[in-house]
């Protein structure tokens, strides 16, 4: 088996690994869910599976984006065929995981299975972590998943992270007064600030894919972003789940400001009618600065790491 950096060569095998997950194939007719082959749905309907990595097409722009951004798509290679892939980010934290190597996807064709292949994709992410000089090795695995990267060494817990929806109907509103500047494109603008939401990210994978967009209609597209001067940077999503609700992402200058910050966000995200909003956030930030707002708490999640240095 080998194992290496992907190339754009690599995409038709990175799609059949991922693609290997899904049973049934289906499209929408009518509201309802109708069974159909993988041919004869339209690249739009393939991503509704599972992103892009369900086309040649969509995974060709994802895996693109990947290495413009100068980050690290690996590939196991058996067989002579891509077997599995693992996505890494090197970032830096301004917490316990500091200067990281970030697992953001890990998949393992279903015939390749209990055969160490994850494993050993694992273990050439850490070496690559050791030469870029990482203090750590961090994931947010699937809660399925968490016993499979304990044994792979990734076994300290670094934060809990809560999924809260917000009712924008019952959140008090604030008019904003400040100017609206565009959302920063350098990323030197928001590397100071706190990152609030999607905390499952770090702040840096957040604000790399934030501009990674597909021209299409199925994918959950930006409705609005912007930066606030002196209160911080956000982007409004709509909830892939619902087109009523949204997913918030922003980033604060100080944690006391959250409250008004959200506040004027839902009051922007009324305005286009949303009416509930999504964040994922760190279990002492709810605790200290959301739940005062009567915020409905859903599933939990965990971020975890081993220490390299």
Request: glycine share 6%; proline share 4%; with cysteine.
């Amino acid at each position: 088996m080998e194992i290496r950096l992907a190339s754009l060569d690599d995409v038709k095998g990175i799609v059949e690994v991922h693609c290997s997950d899904v049973e049934k194939w289906f499209r929408v007719v009518g509201g309802r869910r109708v069974e159909a082959d993988y041919g004869s749905l339209s690249v739009g309907e393939r991503f509704l599976h599972g992103g892009p990595w369900m086309s040649i097409e969509t995974c060709a722009i994802h895996l693109n984006y990947l290495l413009i951004s100068k980050q690290y798509p690996l590939v196991a290679i058996a067989d002579g065929k891509v077997v599995g892939e693992l996505e890494l980010f090197i970032c830096s934290e301004d917490n316990v995981l500091g200067k990281t190597a970030f697992i953001d996807i890990l998949v393992v064709h279903k015939d390749y299975r209990r055969k160490g292949i994850g494993r050993a994709l694992i273990n050439y992410a850490r070496r690559l972590a050791v030469k870029r000089e990482c203090d750590t090795l961090s994931v947010w695995p699937e809660e399925k998943a968490i016993p499979f990267y304990r044994k792979c060494g990734l076994s300290k817990e670094a934060y809990k992270v809560i999924h809260v929806v917000i009712n924008l109907e019952e959140l008090k509103s604030i008019e904003l007064l400040l100017p609206l500047e565009p959302f920063p494109r350098n990323y030197k603008l928001l590397e100071d600030m706190v990152f609030i939401s999607p905390r499952f990210f770090p702040s840096y994978v957040a604000w790399v894919k934030s501009s990674w967009e597909y021209a299409l209609k199925e994918h959950r597209f930006k409705v609005l972003d912007g930066f606030i001067p002196t209160i911080g940077a956000f982007i409004v999503e709509e909830y892939w789940k619902n087109r009523r609700e949204a997913v918030f992402k922003l980033w604060v200058e100080h944690l006391k400001l959250l409250p008004v910050f959200l506040k004027i966000l839902g009051s922007l995200a009324r305005e286009r009618g949303y009416i509930k909003a999504h964040l994922y956030v760190e279990e002492g930030v709810f605790d200290t600065w959301i739940k005062p707002l009567k915020a409905e708490t859903k599933e939990k999640h965990v971020i975890l790491y081993e220490k390299l240095r």
